[in-house]
């Protein structure tokens, strides 16, 4: 202590006799001051009192005013806690209300829906669904079918190019009766107005077959057995059209084909493939498919009526195919032939000028067998061809 001036110690006592609740010390820097004039309280008590304050060295220490420093931290310390606190109870509020909101418009959507009982409303005498053994079933009120949606449908495949199960070369005969009840049970997948659609697959086109007819009733049933077959067998989806020319005026092929042509798209707006064949003729050979191409397609190139040769090289006649573009390119077939012959011709001349080129098949294909009849009345050949 002796490092220390006298006027240090006594404003140690000083200090300490403040920390300590000691009155009556007084600094000697004041003129007349006391220095431990408390009557319970003597010099010594003060040095002892003054050395607790002091350091090894003699140097001041702030443990007497550490617990002012600590009561004040405590204290700040305790206000950011109830801060945090308050802050917490504002967060959980607003999400309390938030979560109450959701719920509610959750479960609004199953309370707004009107129950089955108020969709038809009860008599007097109608069972109250609402009671717990009640169904509507026993209230003779109709079910109402629960909205689930169904399994979906695998995705049906492009129908092959070359399409399988043909079998090449077909026998033709026509000397055993073809009743039409022979015909729609052998093809029980043809729809009513000859319309089939193959279940397996997606076919690229959908074929309109248009045939002129008048009185061929016995020509139109062996054409039907044949041709069913063949078509569901090259997985066509193709609709039948039979051109009727009522009364007996002279025949018009050419007209008859146009007027199916307009009459199928009406019936069917996506058919796309027009073939166009004669009632007497009946095709030997499966690969010879009924189809459209980039090109008109001949298909009739070989027929035993002309041993199995094509009679010239503009012959169009027969069996032919015209996509809709086509038809609609070479303006339809010509309406001014009436009689047998000549419209094929003006068909042949028609494509030539519009700078398409007709396809043929294989000769060895492309055969066809003619039903032998005689010539129609009012079909003689005609004067113009």
């Known amino acids: 202590m002796s490092v220390w001036s006298g006027t240090v110690r006594v404003r140690v006592y000083v200090w300490v006799a403040q920390c300590w609740g ?50 004040g931290t405590l204290e700040r310390v305790c206000k950011a806690v109830l801060l945090l ?40 005498s109608s069972t109250n669904c609402s009671r717990p053994n009640a169904t509507a079933a026993s209230s003779g009120l109709p079910e109402v079918p629960s909205a689930r949606p169904g399994p979906t449908a695998p995705a049906i495949p492009p129908c092959p190019d070359v399409p399988p199960g043909l079998v090449g070369r077909v026998v033709i005969e026509f000397t055993s009766p073809m009743p039409l009840e022979r015909v729609q049970r052998e093809n029980p997948g043809v729809l009513l107005g000859g319309r089939y659609t193959p279940p397996d697959c997606t076919p690229a086109q959908t074929v309109a077959v248009i045939i002129p007819f008048r009185h061929r009733e016995h020509h139109l049933r062996y054409w039907l057995h044949y041709l069913h077959p063949m078509l569901r067998r090259q997985r066509l989806r193709y609709g039948i059209y039979v051109i009727n020319q009522h009364g007996e005026e002279t025949f018009n092929r050419a007209k008859l084909l146009n007027v199916g042509f307009l009459e199928a798209l009406k019936e069917d707006a996506t058919y796309d493939c027009f073939i166009f064949s004669d009632v007497d003729l009946v095709p030997m050979d499966d690969r010879n498919l009924y189809r459209c191409g980039d090109q008109p397609r001949h298909f009739a190139i070989a027929m035993d009526k002309f041993g199995f040769r094509l009679p010239y090289a503009s012959y169009f006649g027969g069996v032919s195919g015209l996509s809709k573009a086509q038809f609609l390119r070479i303006n339809g077939f010509p309406n001014e032939y009436w009689g047998w012959g000549g419209e094929d011709d003006d068909i042949f001349n028609r494509i030539s000028l519009t700078g398409m080129k007709i396809s043929r098949p294989d000769v060895r294909i492309g055969r066809y067998r003619m039903i032998k009849h005689d010539r129609d009345k009012h ?4 004067p113009q061809r």
């Open 85 to 124: 606190c308050l802050l917490h109870f504002l967060v959980a509020v607003i999400l309390y209300f938030d979560v109450y909101a959701q719920h509610l418009a959750f479960f609004s959507r199953f309370t707004t829906r009107s129950p089955a009982h108020a969709l038809y409303p009860a008599s007097s």
């Open 379 to 382: 079909n003689e050949p005609n």
């Open 22 to 71: 000691v009155s009556g010390i007084a600094d000697p820097e004041s003129p007349g001051g006391p220095l431990c004039t408390n009557k319970f309280m003597s010099f010594k008590v003060c040095d002892r009192l003054a050395a607790r304050c002091l350091g090894p060295l003699g140097r001041p220490l702030a443990t007497c005013g550490m617990s002012r420093l600590l009561g």
